[in-house]
């Protein structure tokens, strides 16, 4: 019982587990809805080049760093 205690993981390591999993899935969220987004748009309006799909998709890529970027720095 007592070696359990020794080889867990202190409670400020646990903190950062979760503080970078949450940002994993934020950016995740945010790309996913942006590429989800384009392809919508250009099955919408039928254009053969997916145009809204790129542009969306790289536009969310770069939010998605920024806010990465933004909350690291911030904490």
Known sequence: MEQLKKTSL???????YLKYS???VQMATI??????GGVEL???LALKF???TLTLTLLSVFLAIYYFIKDVIKK
């Open 31 to 36: 790309i996913i809805g942006g590429v989800l």
């Open 42 to 44: 250009d099955k919408w």
């Open 50 to 52: 997916p145009a809204f």
């Open 10 to 16: 202190p409670k400020k390591q646990h903190n950062g």
């Open 22 to 24: 949450g940002m994993a």
